[in-house]
């Protein structure tokens, strides 16, 4: 692919999750509980974390792979409300003191800043069990299924723990991937794999959604990691270099920035040849890789 | 009632739960991942957890109204890990340091105490997220909606943080009645709604049981405050006395020890009529209620 080829192809995913941001945070809002409703405190914390920006790739992806596969009706903006609810859930106890201890977080104080330690931990929670609600409506009960084992201890949550305890001792490339496949992968994978569920996708559809998944997901981490190296607090809207200071596991510091892109450039290929034996038009999911890796923030 | 039958059935529910531990610790054993599999620490925080004692309090009224409402084959024991599960994930997080600062629970040290914070966050969460999967597979998709709706904010969440809200604060008996009835009351209930809609139970007799379940929790709860002013720490296996340390809202705060004792047995009165439109033998959960009121810890 030619390097404006891959620019416009990247424009467009970022315009595609513009577009689709509008729909998915409607439907976030109206799934929240109100902050007239009590315990108001709690319900204002889950939505300004919720309402903190960020991308939506995650509904982004699920709701192209729906769309792709065919999918109908309006449950997808459960899953899609839910998806958005368990990456907020997992950002805000990242976050505490006692895990990252990070402040910043899409450019606002953490959760636990703007609020207190408790209100973050139970934000969090409360989180994680409403997007279970919220799956359990979609009228199609594998997605709860799906979703737990992408957050697991053999997915995200064991990726987080395993992050943790490796701050600061000397890794290898196989851990790195371990905890990036686990951490960040895994949930972008259950996104795919969720939209292709609802959609009512044969399972060779699915299983080919779940490798594209895995290999951006991937990708994503990679790229986040060159990030965290190369630009500015301002530019990301996170506390910057904070990968470094924590001594993190990460791709730029075992194998260097340079050979870290390249990775990312390689995983995105792979992802795109696991789109060739989807029967659909995947135009969507095949921008949305390019954008991973065009990204600057 | 006389005293002595009251006595003989809270003997006879104390047996009972005794003996569907055993059971109930098994299959718990089987849904815990090994710790042998990575993440090997985290997998060792959970299994201390849930293998720290406690009554099987919340499995033994699930496999009970299951049991008496003609349930048949093993996926209860999915619903009573699960009910465990979430019922330790709630005991984590509320004896992190950021929200009651518990060192003890169960005669040990706490989660947080015995490895570290990021540990317990993550163990709790990990339990949550498990308990909803194990859920997903017991082949009733309505336990997963029953089981959110009772953790979430209008339920053990809310309450709890509501709980923490109130510390030092004067409050009125509503809000404790509010406090107690979602921290402790939703999740017994819902331990009742779950055995019987895996039983295949009808709407009256689940709504009975609801009913039951509603009542005896908020007994539970009163109960637990007494004890909490009465007992010695080593009675209690947590720290005795810690509700007036916090300035926490609690019945023998406001009314006193005697008339919070009158309170719980009222409300188990009212569980025991609940139970009569169940056309069932309800002999176990009606020693059950006898035995919240009785117990010593």
Known sequence: MSPSESDR?????????????????AELD?????????????HEAMRYSVFAGGKRLRPGLCYAAWKAL??????????????????????????????DDDDLRRGRPTAHCQYDEATAVMAGDALCV????????????????????????????????????????????????YIHDCKTACLIEASLVIGAQIAGASQSDIDALARYGRRIGLAFQVVDDVLDVVSTTEQLGKDAGSDIELGKATYPALIGVEASRKRA???????????????????VLRDIAEFIVKRAN
């Not at 007239?36 to 709690?42: A, M």
């Not at 999918?71 to 006692?98: Q, R």
């Not at 949550?157 to 790195?176: C, H, M, P, R």
């Open 9 to 25: 192809r990247a424009a467009a995913a970022e315009e595609y999750l513009k577009t689709i941001s509008v729909k998915v945070n």
């Open 30 to 42: 109206r799934n929240l509980p109100p902050t007239t409703d009590r315990p108001s405190r709690l």
């Open 70 to 99: 065919g999918g109908k009706g309006d449950e997808i903006f459960l899953a899609t409300s839910a998806l958005e609810m368990f990456h907020t859930f997992s950002l805000i106890h990242d976050d505490l003191p006692c895990v």
């Open 130 to 177: 409403l997007a279970f609600e919220l799956l359990s409506r979609t009228g199609v009960p594998e997605v709860v299924g799906t979703m737990a084992r992408a957050l697991g201890t053999y997915g995200m949550i064991g990726g987080e723990i395993t992050d943790i305890e490796s701050e600061g001792k000397k890794v290898d490339l196989d851990t790195v991937d």
């Open 265 to 283: 450039n390689e995983l995105v290929e792979q992802a795109l040849e696991a789109l060739e034996s989807v029967r659909a038009d995947t135009t």
